[in-house]
């Protein structure tokens, strides 16, 4: 896309051939994603519902985590002592098992509760 000058840019424009001399016109806080959290922010119904949905989506992470680590510790544990496989095997092993249940504890509710955490903190991040 050509730009005549005096004509805004985004971030990310791709200068081909020349000089480019800009002024900041917009401060972080004003940036198009900060715009776009608080809108999805303002736009949250604060319904009974959605109040349920968050809390169980702030547990969700945590006990997800707990079952993965377990999960992790118990099948690399079984892995060495039981059928003798060296500390490496082991190990991953261990991962492999901690990272089905991670997939199986359904990332989109997991994508929910860390947005959320993040809003929360009033951090710009908008996850999609």
């Avoid at 119904?45 to 079952?67: F, H, K, N």
């Amino acid at each position: 896309m050509v730009k005549a000058p005096g004509s805004g840019l985004t971030a990310g424009t791709k200068l081909q051939d020349g000089q480019l001399d800009i002024a900041v016109t917009r401060l972080v806080p004003e940036n198009s994603i900060s715009t776009i959290v608080d809108a999805v922010s303002s736009s949250s119904t604060g319904s009974e519902y959605q109040d349920l949905a968050d809390r169980m989506a702030g547990w969700l992470l945590p006990i997800a985590g707990v079952c993965c680590l377990a999960a992790f510790l118990g099948w690399m544990f079984v892995e060495r002592f039981r059928r003798s496989q060296s500390w490496g095997e082991a190990v991953i092993s261990g991962v492999g098992y901690a990272i089905a249940i991670a997939a199986v504890s359904c990332p989109c509710a997991l994508a929910i509760a860390v947005s959320r955490d993040c809003q929360r903190m009033r951090l710009p991040l908008m996850i999609r």
